[in-house]
Every structure is written in structure tokens, then in C-alpha cells.
């Protein structure tokens, strides 16, 4: 190693070295599909008003409300019914004062009425089933109604909900189900969202096989990739490439030169301690690589190569995991629009040791337990950076300063969501 610095010099480090992957450029996805999650990269504005014409809000009767205003218990107003709107394709006859017409929610009101009364208070009751008033109704052609209305009483007006040409959308928006409806309903097909930074994820050594393959003897299934692509994926970005290369510097160059071609980002793991066979550290010389004061994640390279920012990450798979929470995840986000993360104070749940002069990144599971204290965690699994089926019970990662060799039960510390 070439130098050893503490956490937060190589998260400063990382993040000037990542500061070009700001602001990125727009394109537009389909509101059908692919818009769950995306950024917004501008305002929308929606280009007509909704509603987009006068509408029902209720199944009933469209009356004009001077016609029905002294309505009331026991003393009905009748109109003749002249008409039957439904919400379907086309536009009604204006309505003349002293009629009714049989409406339903969503219907277009016609010119000339300025409310609508609920069929509930009429003596139609319901409509359910009667789909032609004329010939199921004994008194088909009129109404009763019982209960006076205000002007504009249940009609949705044109440009009520958004007005033509506000803003539906803002900048910045993080893609949910009720912003696509919004879209949707304002006939805006297509949103302007940023492109997320394309990362490579390289996972190095001779000793990996794909989860789906069957390994020899020495062989081990690769964790790091589908891991890190699952988390590029998580934090905003998309995975340009994904390679597992063996350790063989030509042919991890060869495939980083690639990555390093496609890609906004190359991340690689594995191949940067004190072996005999460091493959990331002897192919790419143009790479700082050195130590940093935690655990795990404690070997890390970063620089330049073929033009793109390339991050280095330790092999042990939580090591990776750990480095990824903690040097890239809140850059990626950040880049892509997304807020950061937010570390959560919590309490521990037991005592906890650490070796002095390393900022120790433990997992820990959320405690339940019924008292004020705040959030309670406690330590799962060993320190080791192999324990990955331990992590996998582990919700936040339980940071332990550096200085600290010994903390309390009950002592406050910060934890990183996982
Ligand atoms: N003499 C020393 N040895 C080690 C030191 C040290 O300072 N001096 N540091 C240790 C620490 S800390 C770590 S972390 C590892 C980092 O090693 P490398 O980044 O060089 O990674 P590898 O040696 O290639 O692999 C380490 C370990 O992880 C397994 N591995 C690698 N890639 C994957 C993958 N994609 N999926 C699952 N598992 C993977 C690999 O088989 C090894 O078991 O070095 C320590 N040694
Ligand atoms: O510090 Mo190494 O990074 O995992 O155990």
C-alpha cells in the first residue's frame, strides 16, 4: 500500500474524483413502462386543463339548481327527464331550464345544468341494472327529487384538478405510481427523466464461477457481482456491463479498457491487498491504491483509467458490500438525482469491542423491544469480511469511530441503512 488515510480523506477523495459524473443528461421514458423509480429532469406542465371538459361526479340527475332549490323532505320537485348522458364519446344537448337528464359520474354535463343531484336523493333510489330508463321505469320520463342542490354542487369543473399549462410535475421528482397516473391523465405519454451513470461491474479471481454454474475444486460462487450490480441498480444507476475476468492482468485490462469504453464508472473487487497475485493492482498502474483506516473495506484503489473514474473494492464480499454503502452509494445517488441516505442514531444493544485506530463497520439488526430508549440494535454475525450469509440478516451497518475501542450497552452510535 502506498498510504494510509482515514475514512472520510477517501470519501472526500472519491467524491472529487466522481464530481464529473454530475448533472446528467435527460431522455424521455414511456409512462407504460420504465418510469417506476426515474428522476425528473424538468418540470412538467401539463399541456390542457384537468378535467378536461364538465363532468358528473356522481351517478344522477343534471338539473339546473334554481329549478330544484326548494326541494326538501316531503316536498319533491318532478322534472321531466329529456336525456341519458354516459361517460362515453361525445357531447349532450344543452339541458333547457325545467328538465332533468339521467347522468352518470364522469359523464360530460351538458351546457345548461349547473349541478347534479345524486341519484340516492330521487326516487330512482339507484340505477344499478337500469340501463334504459324509458322501458324499465314507471315514471321513466320524470323525477323526483328531494333535496335541493348549490350551483355547481357535483360538477367536476375543466381545469379544477391542474389548470393548463401549471407545473403537474416538479424537477427532481422520484417516479411513484401516483405521479405516472398524473401524467397519464393529462395525456403526457412520455417524461423527461435523467440517465442514470452507467457503471461496470468487474468482479476479478481465477477462483470464480457464476451462481449458476457448478464449481471445481477451489472454486467459488461470485457474490460480488450480482451484489454490487443489484446496489448500482438500488442507488439510481444501471449496470453498462458486468464481467468476471480471472487473474490475469492482460485480460483484466483488456476487459477493464472495455468497461472503461461503455461505461460512466468502472467498479471493480478483489485483487488489491498483499497476495501474490493482486490482478487489479498490477494491471492498472495508473490506480492509487491504498489503506484505509476501516474494517472491513480496509484496501481500496481509485483513479483514472482510459478516461473514466475507476473505483477499486476489496474481494471479501462484505468488505465490497461495506465499501459500496460507504464510499459510492450516496455519490450515485446524488448523481442521479436521488437524495442521500439517511444514517439513523440508535442505541446498542449490547457491548460492543473494536480494535483502536480502524473505524469498524459492523452489521446490526434492529432490536424490538417495547421501550423509549430509541431504536435499539444489536450486532449480528462476526466482524469477519467473508461472513456473508450473516450480513444478509443485517439491516444497517453499526459504525464504531475509530478511537473507540469499547462502547457500552446503550451507547449511542450511527448506523448506515443497508
Ligand atoms: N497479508 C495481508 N493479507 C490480507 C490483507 C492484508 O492487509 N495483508 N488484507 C485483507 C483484507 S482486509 C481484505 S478485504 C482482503 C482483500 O483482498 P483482495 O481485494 O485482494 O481480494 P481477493 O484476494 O481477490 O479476495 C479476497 C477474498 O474474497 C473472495 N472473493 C473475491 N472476489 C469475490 C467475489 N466476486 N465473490 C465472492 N467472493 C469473492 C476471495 O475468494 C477471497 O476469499 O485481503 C485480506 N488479506
Ligand atoms: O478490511 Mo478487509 O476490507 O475486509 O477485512
Known sequence: MSERVDVEQHRADVAELLAGLAGRPAEEVSVHEGALGRVLASDVVAPGPLPRFRNSQMDGFAVRAADVASAGPGAPVTLPVVGDVAAAPGEPAPLEPGTAVRIMTGAPVPAGADAVVPVEDTDHVTFNGVRDDAAQHGSATQVEISRGRQTGEFVREPGSDVAEGAVVLRAGTVLA???????????????????????????????LVAPDDEPGPGQIWDANGPALAAAVVAAGGQVGLRLA?????????????RAAALCDLVLTTGGVSQGAYE????????VTFRSVAMQPGGPQGLGQFAGKPVLAFPGNPVSAQVSFVVFLRDLLRQAGGLPPVRQVPAVLDAVVLSPAGKRQLLRGRWVDDADDAGARVAVVGGPGSHLVASMAAADVLIDVPAAATRLDEGAEVITWPL
Open 177 to 207: 405510481p401516483h405521479h405516472v397516473a398524473a401524467a397519464a391523465a393529462c395525456g403526457i405519454a412520455r417524461l423527461p427523466v435523467r440517465v442514470p451513470v452507467s457503471v461496470a461491474v468487474v468482479s476479478t479471481g481465477s477462483e
Open 245 to 257: 475476468v480471472p487473474d490475469d492482468p492482460e485480460v483484466v485490462r483488456t476487459g477493464l479498457e
Open 279 to 286: 490482478v487489479v493492482k498490477d494491471a492498472l498502474p495508473e
